[in-house]
């Protein structure tokens, strides 16, 4: 399975991005899809996570900020980030979980490069 994320750059606060990714190499509608990041310095955290049923969670930083959405046709997910924060600088990488990926001789996870955005004025 690989993931290909895409977004990224320089937003001022206040501001809003988009970021996709899109995941291929899978007929599978993945059990999860989601997004971690990792700050400067900082470990990875869990952004935003979405089943495959529509269950969404979400880090208690990015709570009525950001939105998760996929689209289960195209295998992608979606992160919308609004009112951006400079402490929302950082490189996102989306990922994907299903244990069935397991019968098949995959990974049950995968993730994809890592998109990076700074949030600056």
């Known amino acids: 399975v690989q993931l290909q994320a895409f977004g990224g750059g320089l937003v001022q606060p206040g501001g809003s991005l988009r970021l996709s990714c899109a995941a291929s190499?899978?007929?599978?509608?993945?059990?999860?899809m989601g997004w971690y990041r990792q700050a400067p310095g900082k470990q990875r955290e869990l952004v935003a996570s979405?089943?495959?049923?529509?269950?969404?969670n979400y880090a208690d930083s990015v709570k009525g900020r950001f939105t998760i959405s996929r689209d289960n046709a195209k295998n992608t997910v979606y992160l919308q980030m609004n009112s951006l924060k400079p402490e929302d600088t950082a490189v996102y990488y989306c990922?994907?979980?299903?244990?069935?990926?397991?019968?098949?001789?995959?990974?049950?996870?995968?993730w994809g490069q890592g998109t990076e955005f700074t949030v600056s004025s």
């Open positions: 990922y994907i979980e299903d244990s069935r990926l397991l019968a098949r001789g995959l990974p049950s996870s995968a």
């Open positions: 190499g899978s007929t599978l509608s993945f059990n999860v």
């Open positions: 979405i089943s495959s049923g529509g269950n969404t």
